[in-house]
Nanobody, 125 residues
Framework: QVQLVESGGGLVQAGGSLRLSCAAS????????MGWFRQAPQKERDFVAA????????LYADSVKGRFTISRDNAKNTVYLQLNSLKPEDTAVYYC??????????????????WGQGTQVTVSS
């Protein structure tokens, strides 16, 4: 089992940047694929980005491709999401999640077993 805690959210103007962090507890962090999702008010929780356990592969939603970058540091048990060129429509609660199944890179919420509590990102116009 892994416990996840997100940080780094905040209020930023359009065009600005933020870096989100997700710190994981447990010795098995490096065996999990990791993902970021986001949920805006009255909307579904949507996939943002994912990275395999080794960091060798990444996957992005079309809406963030070229603006957001996912990375991980297994020595620090942390996964990051760099958010650049932010837009008001990026406003949401951002969640990190862990997927224990190797051999895939998943964009479906159902593939992720463990979730953090979320961090709010607000982009003003």
């Amino acid at each position: 089992q892994v416990q996840l805690v997100e940080s780094g959210g905040g209020l930023v103007q359009a065009g600005g940047s933020l870096r989100l962090s997700c710190a994981a507890s447990g010795r098995t962090f490096s065996s999990y694929n990791m993902g970021w999702f986001r949920q805006a008010p009255q909307k579904e929780r949507d996939f943002v980005a994912a990275i395999t356990w080794s960091g060798s592969r990444t996957l992005y939603a079309d809406s963030v491709k070229g603006r957001f970058t996912i990375s991980r540091d297994n020595a620090k048990n942390t996964v990051y999401l760099q958010l650049n060129s932010l837009k008001p429509e990026d406003t949401a609660v951002y969640y990190c999640a862990a997927d224990p199944v190797r051999g895939r890179i998943a964009s479906s919420r159902q593939d992720y077993n463990y979730w953090g509590q979320g961090t709010q990102v607000t982009v003003s116009s």
